[in-house]
């Protein structure tokens, strides 16, 4: 069992720049891949980036592509997002999630945060 808490969300302008933290609770963070995904609303649950289980490969959406990095500690057992040059488009409930395998799968996931409202004004 793992779970996730996702903080650092908040309000900021367009261009600005924010970082999420998940920090996940267990000994065994370093045996999970971790995921970022985002939920706007009417929309479905999207993939905005992904990590290894020790953080040698990153994937991001093409969405997001240049503008956010997705990190790791596994010492601090946390996962970040650091979101850059933000845009209106960007606003959504941000969710961390962690499972078995490196994949921008929904579906890949068996354990999810509650997410962070994350609002780019323009």
């Known amino acids: 069992q793992v779970q996730l808490v996702e903080s650092g969300g908040g309000l900021v302008q367009a261009g600005g720049s924010l970082r999420l933290s998940c920090a996940a609770s267990?000994?065994?963070?370093?045996?999970?891949?971790m995921g970022w995904f985002r939920q706007a609303p009417g929309q479905e649950r999207k993939f905005v980036a992904t990590i290894t289980r020790n953080g040698g490969s990153t994937s991001v959406a093409d969405s997001v592509k240049g503008r956010f990095t997705i990190s790791r500690d596994n010492a601090k057992n946390t996962v970040y997002l650091q979101m850059n040059s933000l845009k209106p488009e960007d606003t959504a409930v941000y969710y961390c999630?962690?499972?078995?395998?490196?994949?921008?799968?929904?579906?890949?996931?068996?354990?999810w945060g509650q997410g962070t409202q994350v609002t780019v004004s323009s």
């Open positions: 999630a962690a499972g078995p395998n490196y994949s921008s799968s929904y579906s890949a996931y068996n354990y």
């Open positions: 267990g000994r065994t963070f370093s045996s999970y891949a």
